[in-house]
């Protein structure tokens, strides 16, 4: 069994084991666990410094995921109605997700499709995957597969090999990508095979799932320096959560760490409407704020999109301030500090 394989098995997933080692309540964490099951691996629960630091916060079971909200639901995003198969969800005519892992190493108290995993629906057999994939063979407008889940690395070498093997027989695909938060959670699952296997299958982009500064350790670093090394393009998603990273020098400190890994920020999510997640939720108008703040301040490289996922199915739109102004008298670009310069912009 590989090292990464036996750490999994010694993630903590009970109440009990929580409780010995924590100091929370056990019968309130086993009260939420029941819903939304637990599951830490060590590496990341030695990370903790203080009980409701914002490393805690994204793995120890809260019983504010139990308060009922009317805005909240199941399936936020709506993406069962945009299933045409089982494991597939496909809404962008250019890009398909593959869901296929139901389980993570890191069960994470924010997740948007908790619900989903919780309730056992998206445990799919590897014949549904291939059956996708012999949906994806008569679909020429899908260019790119992303693979998703749960967490598409939790899948042994392997079936992974099989699998990125099928997808490159595709006619019209050109281009996989891999969203995983293994290496925040579980890095020594980025082993010199994985990083190998993934090479042998280019173009693979990679992007991963930072939250936190303090989830950049030198394991991180290893783990995304192998992958970098290996010519694969790598990007961050990132969450906007209270009390986790909704301060600007927090998430300065994590853009700015992120590019010295040589992973580019790529997106900087607004929680989605999931039930069980509404108490990492910050006002749109606050990530916005958040965001300009950032712009000018940092590299270029170190700014995301900050995007919001639209209930229904809408899509990931990006948000930004109003910044241009007309008059009379002409256009007025608002720049940074809110001053606004006088910009010669050509008749339409
Ligand atoms: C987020 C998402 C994608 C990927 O979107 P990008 O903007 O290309 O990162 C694709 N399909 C679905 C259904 C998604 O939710």
Partial sequence: MAGWQQELKEAVTSADELARLLPVDRCTVDRVAERYPLRIPRYYL???EAPGDPIWRQCVPSTAELEPCAELC?????????SPLPGLIHRHPDRALLLVSASCPMNCRFCFRKNRLASGELDFRFSDLEKAIGYLENQPAVREVILTGGEPLLLSDLLLGKLLKQLQRLPYLQLIRIHTRVPAVLPSRITEQLVSLLRRHQPTFLNTHFNHPRELTAAAALATGRLADAGIPLGNQTVLLKGVNDRGPVLEELFRGLLRLRIRP?????????????????????GMQLMERLQGRLSGLA???HVVDLPGGGGKIPLQAERLLRSSSGLQIR?????????????H
């Fill in 303 to 305: 700014i995301p999109r």
């Fill in 335 to 347: 720049a940074a500090n809110d001053r606004l310069i006088d910009y010669p912009d050509l008749e």
């Fill in 46 to 48: 030695q990370l903790i």
């Fill in 266 to 286: 790529y997106y900087l999510h607004q929680p989605d409407l999931a039930a069980g997640s509404g108490h990492f939720r910050t006002p749109l108008d606050q």
């Fill in 74 to 82: 199941h399936d936020p995003l709506s993406e069962a109605g945009f």
